[in-house]
């Protein structure tokens, strides 16, 4: 099946044969869908802690980080911000001259709201030699889009969401990595250091340590604290091949195997690579201005917090049974700390012999250990929380897409439709074992939670293999807690015009 060529390709790629032939096995017999339990909920799975509660971890994690352990927070980066401005290219590309639906009137008419305006001023009148006002009274709006979009202006249309201005102060606009810095001082710092660590595409890395670079020196001093700030790619070896109609190899025009990324899930690599005790994990476009930062900060302390409490209990567990002679009420004990505080049941755990309990809890209990934010549903699209069947047949906390539910079960659409709540992508992680050992990440996904998808290479139709996500199937096999977090913790950017939304504006 394989030529020469072939073999070249894949060994550049760092990708084995036997990972071709188990990726086409799996375009041929797809992925099954998720047993579910039920969907999560406030006292089914979401933990909804008190204010005195709340406080108590805030506390806890304090005193965590007064420790001196490694505190890292995670950004996946590379994204470009393509989607983010796709209605203006539809304008841009369009047969109309003047704005005419909803959203381009709302652009055009609060375009001094944008932060980025003065620079894209100057790329107006640089480009075109007059600047914005001038040239929308005088109708030339694609002028406008051209000059914000195109890589002769400011190139945001082809750009990573990242290194976009996205909030005005009185002094700067600053981008979402420089919020994502700021946040690091806030809740992330330890021995006066603060750790993040950025996801990137190789196109734009330059740019991305060049802005580091100009920026460091003035969070530094602002905040009193030294950064460390990396960067990774998405590794090659996480690319997936590209499959026909008929699910063989899709070649190109020139006889070459298609590869594709592998989608977020391919970072459970970038993410294992980190030598941290504690990592969070937060999207890039999910950033406030300094003045809503409190709420943010408070609850990024309390996940925190209910992370190194739970996790001190299980270390705590697994150094008990390492020591042996244990009677039957701590056995009990463990058990009840699995499926209270974790969540997690096993079928008929009271029915098994001594050995095969202490086994089940060593495994259940060793193992990565993540606390997610969950907010309130307000019909954003995307994956919620559930209770769902593991291949071993226990249940626990999972994550889950839509892709990964099957639509023609009604029990389970019902399930999906009435969720209370919604993943807003907000983890604190522990990457840990309770001997001080780094955890395999890898060696924890559920292969079976991948995708298809169906795309096209100039026009011909192809599959695309994602592989399981980052939150979803690649951190299946964790230990995972969902407590609640106020909605206004969650202030995504899809669409340009979401920057005019008040959380965006002002400070």
């Not at 660590?197 to 670079?213: A, D």
């Not at 389970?412 to 992680?429: E, I, K, R």
């Amino acid at each position: 099946m394989f030529t020469a060529e072939d073999r070249n390709q894949l060994s550049q790629k760092g990708i084995s044969e036997q990972q071709i032939e188990y990726q086409l096995r799996q375009f041929r017999e797809g992925f099954p869908y998720l047993r579910l339990r039920s969907a999560a909920a406030v006292g089914n799975g979401i933990l909804s802690p008190s204010t005195a509660e709340s406080q108590a971890f805030v506390e806890a994690w304090e005193t965590y980080k007064g420790e001196g352990h490694h505190i890292t927070k995670f950004v996946p980066a590379s994204g470009a911000a393509s989607r983010m401005f796709k209605n203006l290219f539809e304008f841009m590309d369009g047969d109309h001259d003047l704005p005419q639906s909803d959203f381009e009137r709302l652009f055009f008419d609060r375009l001094h709201d944008f932060a980025f305006f003065p620079a894209l001023d100057d790329a107006c009148v640089v480009l075109y030699g007059a600047p914005a006002d001038e040239l929308i009274a005088a109708n030339r709006f694609r002028e406008v889009v051209h000059a914000l979009l195109d890589e002769d202006g400011l190139g945001y249309g082809q750009l990573p969401k990242g290194l976009l201005q996205f909030h005005t102060y009185s002094d700067c606009a600053r981008t979402p990595l420089e919020e994502h810095l700021v946040e690091a001082a806030l809740y992330a710092t330890s021995d006066g250091k603060a750790d993040v660590h950025f996801t990137v595409s190789t196109e734009h890395r330059e740019l991305f340590e060049e802005l580091v670079q100009r920026v460091l020196p003035e969070y530094e001093k602002k905040y009193g604290i030294k950064y460390h700030v990396s960067f990774s790619e998405q590794k090659p070896s996480t690319d997936t091949l590209a499959a026909t109609l008929d699910n063989e190899p899709f070649r190109t025009d020139d006889g070459r195997l298609l590869f594709r990324p592998g989608g977020h899930g391919a970072l459970i690599q970038n993410l294992s690579d980190l030598e941290s005790d504690i990592i969070f994990i937060k999207n890039i476009d999910n950033v406030v201005p300094d003045r809503l930062k409190p709420a943010t900060t408070l609850w990024k302390q309390v996940i925190a917090g209910v992370l190194v409490t739970l996790q001190r209990q299980a270390f705590a567990y697994l150094r008990r049974l390492d020591e042996g002679n244990l009677g039957h009420s701590e056995l009990d004990e463990m058990c009840q700390f699995l499926r209270r505080e974790l969540s997690t049941e096993v079928p008929g755990i009271s029915e098994l012999s001594e050995q095969e309990l202490i086994a089940t809890l060593r495994k259940k209990l060793n193992r990565p250990m993540r606390v997610c934010g969950m907010v309130r549903n307000v019909g954003e699209p995307g994956g919620g929380p559930f209770l769902a069947f593991n291949p071993d047949g226990s249940v626990s906390p999972q994550i889950l897409e839509s892709s990964q539910i099957d639509t023609h079960n009604p029990a389970y659409m019902a399930m999906f439709q009435g969720g209370t709540h919604f993943n807003p992508v907000d983890l604190v992680c522990a990457t840990r074992d309770y001997q001080g050992n780094h955890f395999d990440l890898p060696n924890f996904v559920d292969p079976a939670t991948g995708f298809i998808s169906f795309k096209s290479k100039n026009g011909r139709e192809l599959k695309a293999l994602e592989l399981p996500g980052l939150w979803n199937g690649a951190m299946s096999d964790w230990s995972t807690i969902f407590v609640e977090v106020p909605l206004e913790t969650f202030n995504p950017v899809k669409t340009v015009n979401d920057l005019l939304r008040d959380q965006h504006q002002g400070n």
